[in-house]
């Protein structure tokens, strides 16, 4: 069986969670696509050229422990501008999509560029406060030495770098179901995301 299920929205919002619980529930396969940007950000940050990382990413490279930190965020936001580098990305992730069995990915543009044919597609958002409060805690309890302003503005400018660039923007598909968790706790939302698939799964 094919199916794909297109999580996207801005940055800490929840997608992570959702997706895996999503995947986990349904026997998808997930792949969390900000990984790919971020791996390409990080050896960027290395040194190396953006097009040239992207183009020789290996599966090794998404598995490095060092993906996590707000510098690798920004340095991955700003690759994603790059089209020759999205593009150089897409088929790794159009691949993955059209497995046998079934997958969820999430991202900024899955919805509306790398499977526009998704069966099911959702919007994920939440109020910059909530969000940065919920990346501070992930991050602060990991042992990185955040503050809550900064992880707000980390947030701040990558959501307006990743909304307003040419290529692949984040924005809600026309047939997305909105999901907002500002006032969800983790377990409703990914109730909600469950209904969701569940309804057309059921057709
Ligand atoms: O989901 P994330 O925070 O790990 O993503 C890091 C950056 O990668 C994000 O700020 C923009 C970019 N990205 C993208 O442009 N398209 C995607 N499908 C996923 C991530």
Redesign the pocket.
Known sequence: MMFTVAIDGP?AAGKGTISKRVAAFFGFAHLD???I??ATGARVLAGEEALEAARSLRVEDLQRDDLRTTEV?QA??KV?VMPEVRAALVDFQKDFARREGGAVLD????GTVICPDAEVKLFVTASDEIRAERRFLELSGKGQDVTREGVLEDLRI?DQR?REREAAPLAAAADAVLIDTSEMDIEEAVAVAISAVEAVLKR
Request: no cysteine.
């Open positions: 940055a696509t900000g990984l940007y971020r965020a991955a936001s994603a991202g900024r543009d899955i990558r990743d």
